[in-house]
């Protein structure tokens, strides 16, 4: 790995560093904004969006980022600790969602109002569900013994993928949500424009460190 960035040209090199640096700073401000709107606390539905975000934004922002190898902040760890580090900020982001997700359900009940009567409900409910799946389908790689059968290359393909789709579909439901009634009756104008711009960037840096580290690579041999 070492090798072949010191082959990389130092623009490319610059330029991968900046936008991973970019893009923790973007995912904190982006939480932490989304905090002090929603004010967690002054009601049962204000832990929703802040409980969400935290997930969505912040803690699987950062377990991705991890493996980023111009970014991360504890890149010059073991790949195992990295991984173990990784699943734990996963599980945070699982309980977050699930809290965000019993909060908001609740709320409706109070309130009488309909489930999953909107994308943001329906792609929201099927993110967490997905991303619980994915956090269990990670266990394989931290316990090599319960992969028995299975290459563990193909296992860091295939987890690698499902993740990104995973993180893909957790920025889509963010998105849906800044388009909610809540959001856009709280901010307008160019601020709106900008916190959408947030999980669209992060997305897009993301999605190519995947892509460069996992499918960019040659195929599998079988």
Known sequence: MSVRHESEPKLYRYSRTVCGVFTHVLCALFSGFITVLS??????????????????????TEAVLLFNPYSSPIKKLKHKTKGRLHWILQGLCVCCAAAGLGAIFYNKNLNDKPHFSTWHGLIGVLTVAVVGLQSLGGLPLL??????????????????????????????????????????SSVSGYVWYLAVLCPVLCALVIMSQVTNAYMARKPMQY
């Open 143 to 184: 316990y090599p013994k319960l992969a028995k059968g299975w290459s563990l290359a193909k296992l860091k393909r295939y987890h690698a993928a499902s993740g990104l789709l995973t993180y893909l579909l957790g920025s889509l439901s963010l998105f849906l949500g800044l388009c909610s009634a809540w959001f856009s």
């Open 39 to 60: 004010r967690p606390g002054s009601s049962l539905f204000s832990w929703h969006p802040f409980l969400m975000t935290l997930a969505f934004s912040f803690f699987m």
